[in-house]
């Protein structure tokens, strides 16, 4: 899940901690901090704390996170946030992330990856920094964004094709390329932003499609089998499916928001059937095959606020599986 509005009581807290699930991934914008003051910051993650759906989840259930701009510090914020290393301090702070980690002693981000499950049923999750070093964004003019963008449903950001422009750094490319080479039955990549969707005028790794590139050949290079994108940011949820080039089809869900919605819901040449514009959560579930994995079936789910079911796509393994 995604987009937590931290002084509101998040109500579909009460419907996640009824999945009882083995892991909650926090996806980013876990609190709106929106600030250069980290007193004010740190209020913000305090209430959070004191959420008692909150509670409840962190007690019972593992939990991941990442961050995004609003919990970073500042909208649509990249590099250029002048308070990033206070912000980063309250981060591994709340979330209980020890001063022994890599995390916290990295000097250009808070990426990270977990390896859960044993044997032939080990899933990969990798969580990349999109914020640290990412190179600031361009917008048009506001007259071009009235009268073109809005009007369509799209942002104000222009694509980037400098060579020099990145998301999220050389140090974590270096990283990411070595974590992609780690065997796993499954690997899901937890980006903050959406992966797949195709330019909308938001943020998103579209913006820079020389590293949304270079993430999709990576990919294929080391012939990873099984992946699948996670996402949030945009207050809508949804579900894409891209195989252009590949050899296999990747599918990412996005879930958006626990607290926030928006009913102007951008185009998407590669979504599956309908977005949802309420508050909502995904879900990931695996049923493993027996006696062999190639029977296991994955699903995708976007549930909403009491835990109904929205939409839930059946992804056998063997169909995202094609290298030996």
Avoid at 54 to 82: C, S
Avoid at 100 to 128: A, C, E, L, Q
Avoid at 308 to 319: E, G, N, R, S
Wanted: aromatic share 12%; hydrophobic share 30%; proline share 5%.
């Amino acid at each position: 899940g995604s987009c937590a509005e931290e002084n509101t009581n998040i109500p579909i807290f009460k419907a996640i901690n009824k999945e009882k699930s083995d892991l909650f991934i926090f996806l980013g914008d876990n609190i709106y901090a929106d600030t250069t003051d980290m007193n004010v910051m740190k209020k913000k993650y305090q209430q959070l704390g004191k959420n008692k759906g909150f509670m409840k989840l962190r007690r019972t259930t593992d939990v991941l996170a990442i961050w995004d701009d609003h919990d970073y510090g500042q909208n649509d914020a990249g590099a250029e946030y002048p308070k990033k290393e206070q912000s980063k301090q309250l981060f591994l702070n709340f979330w209980n992330i020890s001063q022994k980690s890599p995390r916290s002693k990295r000097s250009d981000g808070i990426y990270t990856s977990k390896m859960i499950g044993k044997d032939n049923h080990k899933i990969h999750i990798i969580m990349p920094d999109l914020r640290w070093n990412r190179t600031p964004l361009k917008a048009v003019s506001k007259k071009q964004y009235e009268t073109v963008r809005k009007i369509n449903n799209m942002g104000p950001y222009r694509i980037n094709t400098d060579k020099t422009a990145t998301m999220i750094g050389e140090k974590q490319w270096q990283w990411l390329e070595n974590e992609l080479k780690k065997p796993a039955a499954i690997t899901i990549i937890a980006s903050s932003l959406q992966v797949i969707p195709h330019f909308t005028g938001w943020e998103s790794w579209s913006n820079f499609p020389q590293d949304r590139n270079k993430l999709i050949k990576l990919i294929k290079k080391y012939r990873v089998n099984a992946v699948l994108f996670i996402s949030g940011d945009t207050h809508w949820g949804e579900l894409s499916r891209y195989q252009k080039g590949m050899d296999y089809p990747i599918w990412e869900i996005t879930s958006s928001g626990l607290t926030k919605e928006w009913k102007h819901v951008s185009p998407n040449q590669f979504r599956q059937g309908k977005p949802y514009d309420k508050v909502n959560y995904g879900e990931i579930s695996i049923q493993w095959g027996s006696p062999s994995e190639k029977n296991t079936n994955i699903y995708f789910s976007l549930n909403d606020l009491t835990g109904h079911t929205v939409f839930k796509q059946k992804i056998p393994l063997a169909t995202i599986s094609p290298y030996h």
